[in-house]
């Protein structure tokens, strides 16, 4: 395979209008800069993505650059290297750095980004399970909260040993191993083993009693082409609006054995973490005042039996905005995979991947028995008893939702170039194996249990779920060398989906809303053979490329049961045999296209500027919703749910991305972004018109404007991030919204002199700032399903980090 170059970018400031108004300018103008490329990453990944591949690292006669925009690609295609990330944080969520990019609107509670709760991520208008996510190739999954097909990004590897994490915000490689990615890919690829022995140290402590501890051991190269290494994390972190501990341990582990015939690598990573998560603020239309948090009343248990009527009802003034006794998110993941990629003759290489991974959760929640919905519930299996005794006299139940997904698949890969043309085709296939237990415990008034233990001896299990799964794609790409200065990319992915759901345990009648006598088991098979994409590459001139992509791609059925957006979370078998008779998977055709370069300039101290623009189109089609004609009791008893395609969405948008170069020490990055997805239809919800047709996709803003501005002095360094996300619809009707913010966050660091003959090398003090304009507001929106009411999560205050980090 030929290697893959990629332009850098990167940021440092003046003031973020100006150099927006300049850089709407000069990329009008199509300047870019010339960066010579000089320098060759030493951990760089033979058989990545084709963004991924790129093994060279450019420098410039301004400074380094952080973002790196792939230049062998017919779509867009930007990446952040690992040593960036950890500036924003250390230990950051890959996804989370991922911010700073155009087009990308993410928010979370926590600043690393860890929290999956409460998570919300829109690229281009699509959601997060939209999207399609990778580590060194092994699937993720859709990243839906309620497990069944992967794990977190931050999950699978360590925050410290990743190279780069790739954004395709179009439409990603026909290759990636997703079956959701119909709004492009987010892949994450984890840094090869050190060619020199030595270990590395980070602590961090910050606001909220923070304590996060890495390190890692480099074997270096022993053997015949051997390298390994092996790292473990350690984090301990309290909830800033509550007594709640964030914790967790994280052990990876990599062996690579490199030979002229190949490259052999073994990976293993553990994850167990345990995080408390946050209720979300319901408002409704005309409303005076909401609270800000909802803040559990764990570990003050007095309190919170207190808090509760003598029936275990919740206040009548607090409404909605109850208060829960605690909850959690636990989850135990093991993660492994085998990879080899031969060599075979001088210009062709197969790869093939094995892996496994087994996981093994639960959500918790802790909550009055007294809240809406829940003493007609427990009256059907306790009928005419006293509830609140049955429950451990407290006024309290345990609510769970236990997961456990077990899934192994292998990927092959085989390149070849013949004269003109590099051909690839391949295939994924998968076995999945997933479970989703819903289950009620006592909570003791005299033994009370924490947001740390394992709920045992339930007294309901409400249902409980099984579904096996077996997931095949093919696909077959041509890249056709035209002339030197042109390249014309064409092929296609089949996508094929054997799904069959199981109910081991049904739920009592009246025991789901709706009346449902039982949920529905069956199989439903979806084969989508032809998927194409087409894609032009033109180099303008040695320093300007024109790129264009066609594109489609589509979302398979979500193999979840008892809860979601899924077929076996439909109310009756009637209703998924409708379904699954009926119903189409969403699909998405994205049009692209696109200039990127780079160019030295002599504008007094502007010296140079690189970047990016694209415009894009998107027509979605067989939008699935899950709708209700029957009033939501409560966030836990929902209405009769009806899955449904609901008709079109259809998308513009542009983005400009930048980074000016002022010398070596001073750089200022910027992204603007805008977005309008529009629904294209009204649909019915059983019981009236609900009127969309016009309105805007919510939850994603229609304008984004991000910078990162850095100054750079010898050893120290100084990075100042702005985050404008303009106004967010929060109902499918566009009767309500939440208003902009802009939020900025700091980053200083100094390296630490030390003897030259000291066996301490490279050490360094970071500063780290989140929120630094202690900005409030509704950092997630959770959309309401139609007008009149929705969810948010608050923006976190601002908090500071300290971490130190040396070699030995």
Known sequence: MKKKNSIKLRGVSPAELLA????????????YAQVKSNVVEANAEAGASSAAKSGAADTADASVATVEISTQTTRSAVSLRGNEMQKILPGINPVKALQTLP????????????????????????????????????????????????????????????????????AGDLSTASTSNLGGTIETFSSDPLATSGTHVEQTLGSFRASRTFARYDTGLFGDGNSMYISAMHLEARAWDFEGRQGGNQFNTKFVNSKPSG???????????????????????????????????????????????????????????YRNYYSDAQRTDYLAYAKYEANIGENSKWSNQFYFHNDDGVGVVAGPIGAAGLPALFGIYFPNQNLKQIFGSSGYATRTTEYAINRGGLISTFNTEIGNHQIEFGGWWEHNKSSAFRRWYALDVNNPSSPYDRPVNPLITQYGSTIENNVVQLHLQDEWKVRPDISVQ??????????????????????????????????????????????????????????????????????????????????????????????????????????????NLDLGPLNAIDGQVNLYHVDFSNRLLQISPTPVISSIIGGNPILANVGDVRTDGVDFAATLHFGKNFSFYNAISYNRSIYGDNYSNGAATVQTAGKKVPGSPEWMDKFVATATYGDYEAQLIGDYVGKRYATY????????????????????????????????????????????????????????????FPIAPRQAFLTFGADF
Request: charged share 15%; with cysteine.
């Open 20 to 31: 927006a108004s300049a850089l709407c300018m000069i990329l009008s103008q199509g300047a």
């Open 103 to 170: 087009g990308v609107s993410f928010q979370t509670a926590d600043p690393w980004g860890n929290n999956e709760q409460n998570l919300s991520l829109f690229v281009h208008g699509f959601s997060g399970q939209q999207l399609g996510y990778t580590m060194d190739g092994v699937p993720l999954g859709d990243q839906q909260y309620g497990n069944y097909n992967g794990l977190s990004p931050q999950r699978a590897v360590i925050s410290e040993n990743v190279r780069n994490v790739i954004l395709s915000s179009g």
């Open 263 to 321: 490259k052999l690598t073994l990976y293993f990573n553990y994850n167990d973490k345990i995080e408390p998560n946050e209720d979300s603020t319901v408002h409704v239309a005309g409303e005076t005042s909401a609270p800000y948090t909802r803040p559990f009343l764990y570990p003050d248990f007095a309190s919170a039996v207190k808090y509760l009527s003598a029936t275990g009802a919740t206040p009548a003034a607090d409404g909605s905005n």
């Open 490 to 599: 064409a092929g296609f992915k089949s996508s094929l989906q054997f799904a069959n759901g199981e109910f081991p345990v049904q739920p009592a009648l009246g025991a789901i809303a709706g009346g449902s006598k039982a949920l529905p088991v069956g199989e439903i098979i979806t084969k989508k053979w032809f998927l194409p994409q087409l894609g032009l590459l033109w180099d303008l001139s040695p320093r300007d490329q024109l790129f264009v992509n066609v594109q489609k791609n589509m979302r398979q059925f979500v193999t979840y049961g008892g809860g979601g957006a899924s077929p076996w979370s439909l109310a009756s078998q009637a209703a998924f045999d409708l379904f699954k008779n009926t119903a189409q998977p969403e699909t998405a055709v994205t049009y692209e296209i696109g200039l990127r370069g780079k160019r």
């Open 733 to 792: 009707t566009n009767d309500l919204s939440v208003k902009s913010y802009f939020m900025m966050s700091l980053a200083l660091s100094a390296k630490i002199p030390t003897p030259s003959n000291s066996f301490v090398k490279n050490a360094r003090v970071r500063l780290n700032i989140s929120n630094l304009n202690q900005e409030t507001g509704a950092s997630v929106v959770v959309v309401g399903a139609a007008s009149g009411t929705y969810n948010t």
